[in-house]
């Protein structure tokens, strides 16, 4: 699935339809349209989540909405500020209630991040594509900016070492759930399923298993195998967040000396 990225429309537009500001759409002449921003935004997560962001575009999204794109255009530009929208309003699915962050110890609250996000890539897999160096600053982002930075408030840690554990997580979350949309390609572009895959190549397993050549994978790989089975990515973000809150540990106990 190809890359997309915030910020490449017109930041001020962008800003005013995060924020819904009048400026954010330019009226059009002729009669008042049906749609709003809110259905267009709506009509256009529905279709990346069935079918990635890569089919939504405005003359496909006007086609679902029965109108005509320049409909749209006036009230979104075009992509690039489309994906800024889209992003935000999925953002603010996040945390439905509040308290969800500030409730336990800090390894409670930031699983509870962690858990909370992949469960929000799995949601909107296309969300994982998006790359955000210029962040859509709406309020969906920012609401979750701020929870995220209550779990981990009132440790002893600087702003910056709060801000920089929060991008951690998220982005420890966000490189893990990709192993459950690959599976998930995968399948779809070879047709087959991984046990298949798996079964197809049980005659090979033990040369590519050699013990001369590779005596640690021979050894590690077999056991690994039967105990694991096929890849399992949320084993794996279970394994790897236990081993990142245990880092953090050390982090906090420090602050706090």
């Known amino acids: 699935m190809a890359t997309e990225f915030t910020g490449t429309g017109d930041p001020a537009r962008s800003m005013a339809l995060l924020w819904r500001r009048p400026d954010g759409g ?8 049906a749609l709003d921003v809110d259905r267009i935004v709506a009509a256009a997560v529905e279709l990346a989540d069935a079918e990635g962001l890569a089919a939504v575009s405005m003359r496909r999204l006007a086609g679902e909405l029965g109108t005509a794109a320049m409909t749209l255009y006036g009230h979104v ?23 969800l962050v500030a409730a336990g110890t800090w390894r409670t609250r930031l699983r509870t991040v962690a ?33 995220e930075l209550r779990a981990v408030d009132g440790l002893g840690l600087t702003e910056v070492q709060m801000d920089l554990l929060v991008t951690l997580v ?32 049980e005659p090979y397993v033990a040369q590519v298993f050699d013990p001369e050549r590779y005596p640690t994978a021979a050894r590690v790989g077999p056991v690994a195998g039967e105990e694991l089975g096929a890849y399992d990515p949320h ?5 790897g967040l236990d081993r990142l809150l245990d880092g953090i540990g050390v982090l906090v106990l420090d602050a706090s000396r």
């Open 26 to 33: 330019r009226p059009r002449p002729g009669p008042r349209s």
């Open 170 to 201: 998220n982005g420890f979350v966000r490189g893990t759930v990709s192993g459950v949309h690959e599976k998930a390609d995968a399948e779809r572009v070879t047709g087959i399923s991984e046990d298949q895959w798996w079964a197809a190549t």
């Open 115 to 147: 858990q909370a996000n992949w469960d929000f890539y799995v949601r909107h897999p296309w969300a994982a594509h998006v790359a955000t160096g210029r962040p859509p600053l709406g309020p969906g982002l920012m609401r979750k900016y701020e929870l």
């Open 235 to 239: 084993r794996s973000f279970e394994f």
């Open 77 to 99: 530009p075009g992509k690039g500020e489309l994906v800024d929208l889209m992003l935000d309003a999925v953002l603010g699915e996040l945390y439905p209630d509040d308290e």
